[in-house]
């Protein structure tokens, strides 16, 4: 893959103060988005996939949320050494985001057309005019049907799957490189689910789009992306192509998370695989590799050391954060 | 009522809401057909899947079951007996046997109450109502076990709800659900606000606990992969009506109805290369409002095989053969089985 790397995060730490603690919310994430991939970024409630993402670009509300290492690379720019003016001028143009829940994240008093127009007026300088029309125009592309009368309603008077389709009008009006969907189709029914990620698929790779898409599902994952990070308590633990962590995954929490998920045609005399536990305090993680109370290959050193991310096979693309690859990765 | 294998029967059962306009002088400006005539039964020791998206009544239909919402019209018998008839105190006996899992385990357990006094609670009532016969010694004994067998720990009875994680309070609601020893469970979306990981925890143990006591389900779920692996027969749903059902595998091998194929075509499936290759029907718009007036199938604006016959004449539930039902024109002369 010599693709070109169009995001680049390293060493992200992003830390929450509470009453109880400090939130490690994300710790040490790194990874790299290439021009024209969906890279998805998967895990459980709590794993920092999406503070991960709000991070990026600077979203997260401090106090008591704070970025306390890392960088984010776009254009050879830190975005995190940005000045609030300075990310206004990427936040919507260049990279765009799709939040999870279209009805809070729209603003309820104000109407459809003008929420997409704002951000065409404000970086493509367009008149009041002109914007409205391209926002039309967007409606359309989104499916929306009567879009020049629909331009006219309230967020309150469209359904869910067409709000979504707004924050999808929304985040592509400035042709942006960059994509973040943050679990785009969760609060959405599958039959609408399958409209909206029908949509981003074609739209991304219309316009050679970079996405990354935030998810608990698997299928989505499956559906949609080419690469994949796993995210568990904060951390990356591994990586790889769509196909190499379905057909192949490495660490036993990605091959728990791939075994508890009920199939469509499984035997249902067969008991689910379930992965006994649950996901650690993030205020108090347990020494070592966080995954260790749940693992049943937890071996010594993984209480004592917290394993680092091993490359397989010497790809930078493919990597395994756990102690059982040490050896794979210094034959690699 | 004749089959004594079956525990629950469903007829013809309607739920419809009144939309009020105004606000001193309330006046009726419609009806809301959340359930609209819907009929099933339920076989002992079986699981009976109901699915659909959100606002086609399956959860309606679990509340009416219970009593929990007045039905319109229709009847729903427990062990052969009409529920409607029932005075209050007859009701509240007939409820030891069937009980509810919730889908919400933050919002469903009172913040204030102890885990083991929401599990004895139902114990508590109905001892206190001298329907059952059970001493504080005993409750608490049946408490600790019910804990126990549900993956809880009896020390944590003194823990508060929200000292304990999700899936740790889906285990209290079941617990609690199982304190009179029901014959019929009602859960309604009892995975859906879990994550995978723990989510299987939880389809294992209601697995388990069907088994060892012999348990029949009403599983109201909107997750197919989830509802294929838990239930033996399907029924799927849609705008307040059942529109097809079958057991699960021919539902998933063989489905009739073309909203159940778009349904199924439209789960993401965890498999990258199938996922590449299969062919998924997308279906256009939403589902319609189920307030308004309408004739016809209440699937005819999405159909992909909608014909004339739909717009003015809505189909009814009629057999393909002894265990698949399907609502749809499509099938209608005998002949045209597939």
């Not at chain 2, 997750?223 to 027969?233: P, Q």
Request: net charge negative.
């Amino acid at each position: 893959m010599s693709k070109e790397i169009i995001l680049h995060i390293e060493g992200l730490r992003t830390e929450f103060q509470t009453e109880r603690g400090v939130v490690q919310a994300v710790n040490d994430v790194s990874f790299d988005l290439h021009q024209g991939e969906t890279l998805g970024i998967v895990g459980e409630s709590g794993c920092g996939k999406s503070v991960t993402n709000f991070s990026i670009l600077k979203l997260v509300q401090y106090p008591p949320g704070r970025i306390t290492d890392g960088q984010v690379l776009y254009n050879e720019k830190n975005l995190l050494e940005c000045s609030d003016e300075e990310i206004r001028t990427i936040r919507g143009k260049h990279i765009a985001m799709i939040f999870q829940d279209p009805l809070t994240s729209l603003n309820p008093v104000i109407k459809v057309w003008v929420q997409i127009a704002e951000a065409l007026r404000l970086h493509q300088g367009m008149s009041k005019k002109e914007a409205k029309a391209k926002a039309i125009e967007l409606l359309k592309l989104i499916g929306i049907p009567d879009a020049e009368q629909r331009a006219d309603n309230y967020p309150h008077q469209f359904s869910g799957g067409m709000r979504q389709r707004v924050m999808i009008a929304m985040a592509l009006s400035c042709n942006p490189d960059v994509l973040i969907a943050d679990e785009p189709t969760t609060a959405l029914d599958v039959t609408i689910q399958a409209q909206i990620l029908e949509i981003i698929k074609n739209l991304s790779h219309g316009r050679k789009t970079s996405v990354i898409m935030i998810t608990h599902d698997l299928g989505v994952v499956a559906e949609m992306c080419d690469a994949v990070c796993v995210m568990y308590a904060g951390r990356i633990v591994e990586r790889a192509s769509v196909d190499e962590l379905f057909y192949d995954p490495k660490h036993p929490y990605s091959i728990g998370l791939l075994n508890s998920i009920p199939r469509i045609n499984q035997d249902s005399d067969e008991r689910l695989h379930s992965i006994s536990g649950a996901p650690p305090d993030l205020i108090d993680l347990p020494h070592g590799c966080p995954f260790r109370p749940r693992c049943t290959q937890a071996m010594d050193i993984c209480a004592q050391k917290s394993p680092p991310e091993f490359s397989i096979g010497g790809n930078e693309l493919r990597t395994v954060a756990c102690w059982l690859h040490e050896k794979e990765h210094s034959h690699g | 009522m004749g089959n004594p294998d079956i525990l629950l029967d469903v007829k013809d059962l309607k739920v419809h809401f009144p939309i009020e306009k105004g606000i001193l002088l309330k006046k009726n400006a419609g009806w809301i057909r959340a359930v609209d005539g819907v009929s099933f039964s339920v076989r002992k020791g079986e699981s009976l899947g109901l699915v659909g998206e959100s606002g086609c009544g399956k959860s309606t239909t679990a509340m009416a079951v219970a009593q929990l919402e007045a039905a319109t019209a229709g009847k729903v018998f427990f062990e052969g007996r009409d529920l409607s008839l029932l005075s209050s105190e007859e009701l509240r006996r007939a409820r030891m046997n069937f009980q509810i899992v919730f889908q919400d385990p933050y919002s469903s357990l009172n913040p204030r109450m102890r885990a083991g006094d929401l599990i004895a609670e139902p114990l508590r009532i109905y001892a206190g109502k001298k329907i059952i016969s059970i001493s504080e010694n005993d409750i608490q004994k049946k408490t600790a076990s019910l804990m126990d067998r549900c993956g809880l720990s009896p020390s944590f009875a003194d823990r508060y709800p929200h000292e304990f994680s999700g899936g740790q309070r889906q285990r209290i609601g079941i617990a609690r659900a199982l304190s009179l020893g029901p014959k019929l469970i009602l859960a309604d979306e009892p995975v859906s606000a879990l994550d995978v990981s723990i989510q299987s925890q939880i389809l294992n143990l209601l697995k388990d606990l069907q088994q060892e006591l012999d348990l029949t389900f009403l599983f109201i779920a909107h997750d197919l992969a989830v509802v294929e692996y838990f239930c033996s027969r399907i029924a799927v749903m849609y705008l307040g009506q059942i529109v097809e059902t079958a057991d699960s595998q021919t539902l998933y091998q063989q489905p009739m109805h073309p909203y159940t194929r778009a349904l199924l075509s439209a789960v993401p499936l965890p498999d990258p290369k199938s996922a590449r290759t299969r062919k998924r029907i997308i279906l256009k718009g939403d589902v319609p409002s189920p307030s308004a007036v309408r004739s016809g199938c209440p699937f005819m604006e999405r159909c992909p095989d909608v014909m004339e016959r739909c717009r003015v004449e809505a189909p009814v539930l009629s057999d393909l053969n002894e265990k698949h039902q399907v609502a749809c024109f499509l099938y209608d002369s005998p002949s045209k089985q597939i």
